[in-house]
């Protein structure tokens, strides 16, 4: 079946032959003129200058006597004349997001040729906004909200409206003031450069049209700007239109996809044969449906698909495409393509914000935002965010051992807060642990990062990391530049927003031969083209069409009543580029995510999909694809106590030095297979950094502060004036439980060590309960005991005892031994959980369920007594 663009490249060259190099050819993208070339190449005879080519933003650029403007450079202009209008106090920081959206209704204001006064003048009066702010969205309120600090000085709903409404009154001046000042400098933003060429048209001063003929190919949906160019060459006989479409669409009353061709094929005639639009009706479609319950999954089956479409002679570039209207699916769709494809054309580029780079660069970012800086000139950086560039790949390779030497040190001190002169062991780490003197000065500082990063022979990086470092560096110098023409002050969240908006939209040139194998598009880059088997994936709701409303402060009633794009023209928009990419393909597959969503719903068939199934009246075959789910045998751990594991225990008994603790017993006792893989086998729980206080550490903390704070008591008589006086100490126990935590927690890198301590969050609750204990405990020896005397705290204990002629050793630490009035032994073991069981007999602790508290006391009770025989103890 012939293509649309060989359609239209054999009609042009039939009408204007020789005479087509004079003309100028206007696409709805870029990309387009490189196939009308190769099917224009296949007609001609011999050697013709190719036309002039040009996307409709390109040509409304060409007839500009404007240049366009950074956004950057518009929402700082714009800015300077909100503040002049306004006499508003708000910082640059604070207005950057209120002024991209702002700008954002102005450019569509100008391409849909709108009078600013009379639909500021409406939206200052509409109720809608005088009730409320529903028709805002969370994001558009939080750019309000963010830019308007009186908001939080605002109490009432009607001060915030007329507060709000004061603020759209002066719109329409802020609008002329801004472009003037635009004019004065002589740039403009793309919506402008577009209204003041057909306001020129309409004054009767156009601008120059050179060409014999305007030859627009292609088009669907236009702006106002857009259709009253088409009309004023249309009334000149300069311009030739070609529309794409299908009757199965266009002459339905209701189908969305025809929305807007309906109109503009009466204005503007199609060059075309009607021949030509009947294609779902008379050509055979094999379309193929496949519920897959998986993102990734959809790409897996590229492997199964592929193949059968792939004969030799699709070597041709318009034969099989792949269309990603979710482009995170452009890596998963690249390994998952069989051997069997030769030859690939990755059209939508690959996206930087892939790369290895830009996640290092996004690393970077988060440890810059969530810096501490505890000194003029001393940065200490939050342990997460250093891992994570340590961790990182690219930091790996060219650090060497320095990074996994800088992680151990991090794991094994249990670091929380990493001072940067410990990070700085080479020039690459020295770097990247350091921070700009100045949010303006952020974007050199990634520019030596890009630098530094090496590729040499030594530490090569990839090719695409190579391309993704030059396309960062020369994206950072043009941003750098700019910034210099901006008096403002920067905060440095707003530098960092700038930083990631502009890495962003970055793609790498990621192309085969355009002209030749299998095509990877974006629903996009598929305008004017048509292929002969055409595989789309992620057909899902919210993807294709996408639910996203246009970013705007103009409310649904004005923009619809202004002729403002609204969410129906989006839908009407993708519908069209759905329906004409099909309605000249074989052979369609299809597929979709079936999975259940995070609301716990399955995600939503996509609208156009229903549509084809209940409308067409084409046969589709449907597919539901399941992975087969299989759970693995339940098998009994059993371990065979071999001679190796009998010479293992011998360290406990015989020739071995080592001894078994309270722990290892109860161990033993409540689970063997624990004991067996912790102290024969030698596993051990990975190790962690821990920055917050789990219950275990809460018992650590505890027992070092009581033993810091009671052997000041040893071999003392008690309760007495010196523990009263710890007491009522408001300073005492505060400072030895931060110093605890200061020593378990490794800030002690100064001379105060618990100076370091960040105590917030669970931290600081934990802090509150031990100090409680520690005042609890003192209260309990200062009133519920008669006299004792401390004999040791934190007291070491060995004992062997005789086991079926073994001599088992045993060991442990004993926290408190208090020797009572009659000379019976106390041994105290603190317990910070909750134990309130009671045993009335040896017997009951080995045949109910096991207590490791009440074991642990008693082997702490035979230790001592194999020691001290003949003594009364007392646990």
């Not at 996206?351 to 988060?366: C, D, M, N, Q």
């Not at 090496?454 to 090719?463: C, G, I, K, M, R």
């Not at 309960?769 to 209260?779: G, R, T």
């Amino acid at each position: 079946m012939e293509k649309f663009l060989e359609l239209v490249a054999q009609d042009l060259y039939d009408k204007l032959g020789e005479k087509l190099s004079s003309a100028h050819v206007i696409f709805p993208s870029r990309r387009a003129h490189l196939h009308f070339n190769y099917y224009l190449s296949r007609l001609i005879q011999k050697p013709l200058w190719t036309p002039r080519y040009a996307s409709i933003e390109d040509f409304f650029r060409e007839l500009s006597s404007f240049h366009p403007a950074d956004t950057l450079l518009l929402n700082y202009l714009l800015y300077k004349e909100y503040k002049k209008i306004i006499h508003s106090e708000e910082s640059f920081s604070s207005f950057y997001s209120f002024g991209t959206i702002l700008l954002a209704d102005f450019d569509n204001v100008d391409k849909y040729l709108v009078n600013p006064d009379q639909l500021y003048t409406n939206l200052k009066d509409l109720k809608e906004i005088e009730k409320n702010f529903d028709y805002l969205t969370p994001e558009q309120r939080e750019a309000l909200s963010s830019y308007w600090n009186t908001f939080s000085k605002i109490k009432t709903d009607k001060q915030h409206h007329l507060f709000f409404l004061q603020l759209w009154e002066n719109l329409a001046d802020i609008y002329h003031s801004f472009k003037d000042t635009l004019r004065k400098d002589g740039i403009a933003y793309n919506g402008m450069m577009a209204r003041d060429i057909i306001e020129k048209i309409k004054n009767n001063h156009p601008p120059a049209f050179p060409s014999e003929k305007y030859i627009f190919i292609g088009f669907n949906a236009l702006t106002r700007c857009e259709e009253e160019l088409f009309l004023f060459l249309h009334q000149q006989k300069k311009a030739l239109f070609y529309w794409d479409y299908d009757e199965y669409y266009l002459s339905h009353p209701h189908h969305e996809a025809g929305y807007f061709l309906k109109t503009y094929i009466k204005k503007f005639p199609n060059q075309l044969k009607e021949d030509h639009d009947k294609n779902f009706s008379v050509s055979q479609k094999n379309i193929h449906v496949y519920a897959i319950p998986s993102v990734t999954g959809q790409a897996k089956i590229l492997s199964s698909l592929l193949p059968p479409l792939l004969q030799p002679e699709t070597e041709r570039w318009d034969k099989t495409v792949i269309v990603l209207p979710d482009e995170q699916l452009l890596l998963p769709v690249l390994y998952s393509l069989p051997e069997e494809v030769q030859n690939v054309n990755i059209t939508m580029g690959y996206p930087v914000r892939f790369s290895a780079t830009a996640g290092l660069i996004k690393l970077y970012l988060e440890l810059y935002r969530h810096a501490c800086k505890k000194t003029e000139d001393r940065n200490v950086f939050y342990y997460k965010y250093v891992c994570d560039i340590l961790s990182h790949p690219l930091v790996k390779t060219c650090t060497g051992n320095d990074s996994q030497e800088i992680l151990s040190s991090i794991l094994t001190e249990n670091k929380i807060y990493i001072p940067a002169k410990e990070l700085h062991k080479n020039d690459l780490l020295t770097h990247l642990f350091s921070l700009p003197a100045s949010p303006p000065e952020l974007p050199g500082h990634l520019m030596k990062l890009c630098q530094l990063l090496p590729a040499d022979e030594e530490n090569s990086l990839h090719d695409i990391e190579k391309e993704t470092l030059y396309v960062l560096y020369t994206t950072l110098v043009k941003f750098k530049n700019l910034l210099q023409k901006i008096e403002e002050t920067f905060s440095a969240d707003l530098m960092i927003r700038l930083v990631l908006q502009l890495v962003q939209p970055l793609t790498l040139p990621f192309e085969g031969e355009p002209l030749k194998g299998m095509q990877i598009m974006g629903l996009l880059e598929t305008r004017t083209l048509d292929f002969d088997n055409v595989i789309i994936l992620s057909v899902n709701e919210g993807i294709l069409p996408k639910n996203i409303p246009p970013a705007s402060f103009i409310p649904y009633n004005l923009r619809k009543g202004f002729g403002l794009p609204t969410i129906e023209h989006q839908d009407a928009i993708f519908a069209y580029y759905f329906y004409r990419l099909l309605q000249r393909a074989s052979n369609i597959h299809l597929t979709y995510n079936c999975e259940n969503n995070k609301d716990g719903l399955p995600n939503e068939i996509s609208r156009y999909l229903l549509q084809l199934k209940y409308e067409s009246h084409l046969t589709i075959q449907e597919h539901p694809v399941s992975y087969p789910i299989t759970f693995p045998e339940k098998r009994n751990i059993e371990i065979q106590k071999t001679e190796t594991i009998r010479q293992i225990l011998k360290k406990y008994y015989g020739e071995g030095n080592d001894a078994l603790s309270p722990s290892a017993i109860s161990h033993y006792l409540m689970c063997p297979l624990r004991f067996y893989f912790h102290h024969i086998a030698g596993l051990k729980e990975t190790e962690e950094i821990e920055e917050e206080a789990d219950d275990l550490i809460l018992g650590i903390i505890f027992h070092g502060a009581m033993e810091k704070l009671y052997r000041f008591f040893i071999n003392k008589e008690l309760p007495n004036n010196d523990l009263k006086t710890l007491l009522k100490n408001k300073q005492l126990i505060p400072q030895t439980v931060r110093n605890q935590f200061a020593e378990y927690f490794k800030h002690h890198n100064g001379k105060t060590s618990s100076d370091q301590i960040f105590l917030q969050g669970k931290n600081l609750i934990v802090y509150n309960v031990v100090c409680k204990y520690i005042k609890k405990v003192i209260e309990e020896d200062l009133t519920n005991h008669s006299s004792f005397t401390l004999q040791a705290v934190e007291k070491e204990c060995n004992a062997t005892f005789k086991v079926n002629e073994l001599n088992i050793r045993l060991t442990g630490k004993m926290d408190r031994i208090d020797c009572l009035e009659d000379g019976t032994i106390r041994i105290i073991d603190y317990k910070t959980g909750i134990s309130k069981e009671k045993k009335e007999s040896i017997e009951k602790l080995f045949n109910e369920k096991i207590n490791h508290h009440w074991i642990q006391m008693l082997i702490y009770t035979l230790m001592w007594k194999e020691k001290h025989p003949g003594q009364t103890i007392y646990p």
